[in-house]
């Protein structure tokens, strides 16, 4: 296996554990911002997930895009979370 997609496969796999600590955070304090970090980090863990598949499982595809594209859904998320529901 190589060194790239360990690499990969590790920042995605933390992502998504980021993504569930704040999650549960959210759901045991109530606090939004919790929340919008948490969808932030779900989204970033697609896109990491994205990269793999790009480069490794179907590097004949360009996701490109598609990984840029739902980068920006999560930092759009964490944007709004940050300037609407921030106190």
């Known amino acids: ?4 997609v ?3 496969t590790v920042g995605a796999l933390t992502c998504l554990a980021c993504a569930v600590l704040l999650l549960r955070g959210y759901v045991r304090v ?3 911002l919790l ?13 990491n997930s994205l990269i793999v598949v790009d480069l490794v499982i179907v590097p004949q595809v ?5 990984r840029l594209g739902t980068a920006a859904v999560a930092m759009a998320l964490l944007l709004y979370g940050l300037i609407w529901e921030s106190n």
């Open 30 to 32: 109530k606090q939004q």
């Open 62 to 66: 360009n996701l490109y895009l598609a």
């Open 35 to 47: 929340l919008w970090s948490g969808l932030c980090f779900v989204v970033l863990a697609i896109s």
């Open 1 to 4: 296996m190589n060194l790239s």
């Open 6 to 8: 360990i690499t990969y």
